[in-house]
């Protein structure tokens, strides 16, 4: 099993910053993808940032969103400057994971962290 952990969420004024982390860990032969969504109460869950072959943002977070990788630990990362509070939302880390050289591609999931963005 392939298991996706967030952490760094929590209450932000506007304006404020956040880095957000998400580990994978278990049985990873293969990461080609990792990237971050989120869903804000009452909407879908959208594509905030992804990082593959190329970087591909939301146009809502450009310039202001950063996302990164560190492939030895699995691990991605969201930085998030001046935020607004149209940013509040649950942030959900995926990971498109091969667990062996012969198996497929499958997705998965982080449990989701709560950014808030208020004063």
């Known amino acids: 099993q392939v298991q996706l952990v967030e952490s760094g969420g929590g209450l932000v004024q506007p304006g404020g910053s956040v880095r957000l982390s998400c580990a994978a860990s278990g049985s990873i032969f293969l990461i080609a993808a990792m990237g971050w969504y989120r869903q804000a109460p009452g909407k879908e869950r959208e594509l905030v940032a992804s990082s593959g072959g190329a970087m591909v943002y939301a146009d809502s977070v450009k310039g202001r969103f950063t996302i990164s990788r560190d492939n030895l630990k699995n691990t991605v990362y969201l930085q998030m400057n001046s935020l607004k509070p149209e940013d509040t939302a649950v942030y959900y880390c995926?990971?498109?994971?091969?667990?062996?050289?012969?198996?497929?591609?499958?997705?998965?999931w982080g449990q989701g962290i709560q950014v808030t963005v208020s004063s």
């Open positions: 995926n990971a498109l994971v091969r667990r062996t050289s012969v198996s497929t591609w499958s997705t998965y």
